[in-house]
């Protein structure tokens, strides 16, 4: 057994995610924590909400709340909303609690400790009509490097070249639009990433299983220009973690929080401790997932994320690990993925742009999205949601696949040999080339799983159903049961026996229908098919099953047009 720790990159609080962000993280970290636990392996997987830095200040007082309950009801939000789409987190954490406070405070102490923070004072941009010191984010100008005139003051998405507000042609608030802007001095602390830009190089280079798309990001911030930059890890703030020495004060820095992308990672470590806490655990048992000298050497640690998020998590996050000099687990595989763009257009939270999750799950059940999301997973390229190709995967694939197959042999079982698994009848040829396909296949399927190519193990997995569909269409118990009423049984005790194979290797993608399946067939016995011929002979002759409701409906034409037109505009 296997020790895998799972994280996904965790949603920032400002509003409900978007169909893009769900299947650039959460969904296949899910998928893949799903099928851990069914190979028998020890899965901690965690997620949380990020909720520090001015765009949670800001929603709060769109909102007219305090931004600690904003914080609060938005969590719960999009907790609900997880498990609307059956996440199976361990824990969902908030990055704003007591154990991520204290934890990022330690990791700065011993970052200082140990020469990697450095005190800077730097001109910062202070706006008057906002009152307040503006993150670089929130300053908007033209980028010096490609003239994009929305580049931010962090970095331009146009070109991604990192910038500092100063930088900007013609800067302006992002808040108010305001050009009234100062420049004013300001200490801030920096992580000293320089410092360890060596040791991380080195050890990128030792990944060479990571997905290209990951290396490739690291490098290029790596070695790009005038290579990797040291990066600021306080703001003037209200809303934050206080910025401390471990539980020193910090002369200097009153009144100034951690960065938000600092404490955002750490969080991975102290939800699992929230983790613990929640179920009456001791710190032994987070730590065993945490610290390679208590216990955590065996452990498997998987990161899934979008490719925006893979700098910090190829760099930022493993330097605070690394420049701590404690042993804390680095990450071993980073999952990232590109972007899953929206109709002809750009899926956007800050526009209102497509399909939100809470809008999904109201159209439709969990399993039509995380079909399509998967099977459509943005991994070696961009990928795109359209309402036709939503439509025709959801009537192909689900209805006309694999809903069609469990209805026909249950409905045609119940007609003509009552609700039980008929006996009678011997496996010929046809039966045994179909074990030996499914044999090849299954264990294609693993392979992909394992490797985490999820389009390519969605592939597969619909290859198993279709399989069932060619050997039911070949062997025509219909016909067979008027001549040889044992030779139609014997099909028909192999498929039912199917319909349970395919809810167990279906479950990680569609794990309600997949539960639907099981219970349709009457059995509990949900263990992996590592025996083929014996996974198919699990419902012995004269054991009951009754016939499930339709598994996947049709998504009419007519309904395909009026979401269509619904989400082509703004979110309210």
Known sequence: MARI????????????????????????????????????????????????GTPAELAAAKAGKPVEDFCAEMHAVQAGIADGFRLSFDHFGRSSSARNRVLTQHFAGKLAENGYITEVSEKQVYSHADGRFLPDRYIEGTCPNCGYDKARGDQCENCTKQLDPTDLIDPRSAISGSTDLEVRETK?????????????????????????????IAKKWLHDGDGLQDRGITRDLHWGVPVKKGTEDWPGMEGKVFYVWFDAPIEYIAGTAEWADANGK?????????????????????????KDNVPFHTLSFPATIMGSGEPWKLVDYIKSFNYLNYDGGQFSTSQGRGVFMDQALAILPADYW??????????????????????????????????????????FCRSKFGE?????GAFGPAEAQLIADLETRVRAYEGFMEAMEVRKAAGELRAIWVLGNEYLQAAEPWAKFKTDPEAAAAIVRLSLNLIRLYAILSAPFI??????????????????????????????????????????????????????????????
């Open 5 to 52: 720790l799972i994280t996904s990159a965790i949603p920032y609080i400002n509003g409900i995610k978007h169909l893009g962000n769900l299947v650039g993280s959460q969904l296949p970290a899910d998928l893949y924590a799903r099928y851990m636990r069914q190979r028998g392996n020890e899965v901690m997987f965690i997620c949380a909400t990020d909720e520090h």
């Open 188 to 216: 801030h602390l920096y992580l000293r990433q320089s410092a360890l830009k060596d040791q991380l190089d080195s050890w990128i280079d030792s990944k060479a299983d990571w997905p290209v798309l990951t290396t490739s």
């Open 282 to 306: 001791t710190d032994a048992d987070w730590e065993r997932w945490w610290r390679t000298d208590k216990g955590a050497e065996d452990v498997r640690y998987v990161q899934f994320m979008g």
């Open 370 to 411: 995380r079909w399509w999301l998967l099977s459509h997973a943005p991994e070696n390229s961009d990928s795109e949601f359209t309402w036709e190709n939503f439509q025709a995967s959801v009537n192909k694939d689900l209805a006309d696949v694999l809903g069609n197959f469990v209805s026909r042999v249950t409905k």
């Open 420 to 424: 039980v698994v008929p006996e009678g």
């Open 511 to 572: 794990p309600d229908a997949a539960a639907a399946m099981l219970q349709a067939m009457q059995t509990k016995d949900d263990s992996w098919p590592g025996d083929l011929e014996g996974a198919l002979a699990a419902l012995p002759s004269g054991h009951p099953f009754s016939v499930p409701d339709v598994m996947f409906r049709k998504i009419s034409d007519e309904e395909r047009e009026g979401w269509q037109t619904e989400f082509a505009g703004q979110r309210s």
